[in-house]
């Protein structure tokens, strides 16, 4: 007796579709992140961690253990400002 | 408020330039990033214990910056002095071990994390520690 494979065809498009835009999602956030998985509950003292990070590697995930900080480190954090006119 | 504000964000970054005055002494600032300065964090802990102790009471009295700058840099140079020396806890527990071993043979360092409830194993000494794919 003939099997209906056909009506299996749109179980595999729905797995398919999911999976592609999963693995999109997460190689585009990986990739964001420099190949590491993205980081949540940030809080603020993560927050000031990463934009030290960024100031002394030039993005946000950025390592280094370099013990003394890169010339003109002490001169390029960004302040917090507010045009007030 | 009846009125509505103009909106003020800056598309340029707002960078000041200008360095310290010359009558502060200079110390050089640290270059390790989070990572590092996290997994060494208790040792940092426990080897300039005083220094921070100095600074967090200093700042407790008063949180204008320039209060504290001295104590601020005797900070600096002790965490310095210990990144010359040295380098997300639960990936790292099996290298840690061997770590803190080194630590306390060679430098007389022990890790202990402040506020463990009595009775309860310290989380770095658990030996079957759960795992996530990323802490935080």
Same mark, same amino acid.
């Given at each position: 007796?003939?099997?209906?494979?056909?009506?299996l065809i749109p179980f595999g498009l729905l797995t398919a579709m999911f999976g592609a835009?999963?693995?999109l999602l997460n190689v585009s956030t990986r990739a964001q992140n420099q190949g590491k998985p993205a980081r949540y509950n940030i809080d603020n003292w993560?927050?000031?961690?990463?934009?030290?990070?960024?100031?002394?590697?030039?993005?946000?995930r950025g390592q280094s253990d370099n013990p003394i900080a890169p010339a003109g480190f002490e001169t390029s954090?960004?302040?917090?400002?507010e045009r007030t006119s | 408020m009846s009125t509505?504000?103009?909106g003020s964000v800056e598309n340029?970054?707002?960078i000041d330039p200008t360095p310290l005055p010359d009558h502060i002494p200079k110390v050089a600032e640290l270059g390790v990033t989070s990572a590092p300065l996290k997994s060494a964090a208790f040792f940092i802990g426990a080897y300039c214990k005083e220094?921070? *102790? #100095?600074?967090?009471?200093?700042?407790? *009295? #008063?949180?204008?910056?320039e209060h504290c700058l001295k104590e601020g840099r005797r900070v600096t140079r002790c965490a310095t002095d210990l990144t010359h020396t040295t380098q997300e806890y639960y990936h790292c527990r099996k290298p840690e071990r061997s770590l803190n071993a080194c630590m306390f043979e060679k430098l007389g360092l022990t890790k202990t994390i402040p506020g463990t409830p009595t009775g309860q194993v310290p989380i770095h000494d658990v030996k079957n520690p759960y795992y996530?794919?990323?802490q935080k």
């Amino acid at each position: 007796m003939p099997v209906p494979w056909e009506a299996l065809i749109p179980f595999g498009l729905l797995t398919a579709m999911f999976g592609a835009a999963g693995t999109l999602l997460n190689v585009s956030t990986r990739a964001q992140n420099q190949g590491k998985p993205a980081r949540y509950n940030i809080d603020n003292w993560d927050d000031m961690m990463m934009r030290r990070d960024k100031q002394l590697t030039g993005h946000k995930r950025g390592q280094s253990d370099n013990p003394i900080a890169p010339a003109g480190f002490e001169t390029s954090s960004v302040w917090f400002t507010e045009r007030t006119s | 408020m009846s009125t509505i504000q103009a909106g003020s964000v800056e598309n340029k970054p707002y960078i000041d330039p200008t360095p310290l005055p010359d009558h502060i002494p200079k110390v050089a600032e640290l270059g390790v990033t989070s990572a590092p300065l996290k997994s060494a964090a208790f040792f940092i802990g426990a080897y300039c214990k005083e220094y921070n *102790e #100095d600074f967090m009471l200093c700042k407790a *009295e #008063d949180r204008n910056p320039e209060h504290c700058l001295k104590e601020g840099r005797r900070v600096t140079r002790c965490a310095t002095d210990l990144t010359h020396t040295t380098q997300e806890y639960y990936h790292c527990r099996k290298p840690e071990r061997s770590l803190n071993a080194c630590m306390f043979e060679k430098l007389g360092l022990t890790k202990t994390i402040p506020g463990t409830p009595t009775g309860q194993v310290p989380i770095h000494d658990v030996k079957n520690p759960y795992y996530k794919s990323i802490q935080k």
